[in-house]
């Protein structure tokens, strides 16, 4: 059964920093494309980060230059690091894995953005 498990969540500080991860069971991080997703209350689901099998990335234009996506093959594992966090970026934060057709998602982990 394929799992995708996040963790590194919580509440930070405005101009704070905070690392998520995404570890995967069942599937190949290095083959899918793997992404972050992130909602807010009241708002639709929107995409943060993604990173191709061939090293890829498409960020989302209020995160450039701030959240970096990377993967460890070694650990099948997601990351994305979040640096200067700001108050609108507090929302839950998803990994997706996508390939030929094949989309899951985890469970998602709470990023609160607040003095």
């Known amino acids: 059964q394929v799992q995708l498990v996040e963790s590194g969540g919580g509440l930070v500080q405005p101009g704070g920093s905070l690392t998520l991860s995404c570890a995967a069971s069942?599937?190949?991080?290095?083959?899918?494309?793997m992404g972050w997703y992130r909602q807010a209350p009241g708002k639709q689901r929107e995409l943060v980060a993604i990173l191709t099998s061939s090293y890829n990335t498409n960020l989302a234009d209020t995160v450039k230059g701030r959240f970096t996506i990377a993967r460890d093959n070694a650990k099948n594992t997601v990351y994305l690091q979040m640096n200067n966090l700001k108050p609108e970026d507090t929302a839950v934060y998803y990994c997706n894995a996508d390939w030929m057709g094949n989309r899951y998602w985890g469970q998602g982990t709470q990023v609160t953005v607040s003095s």
């Open positions: 069942e599937i190949m991080v290095s083959i899918y494309t």
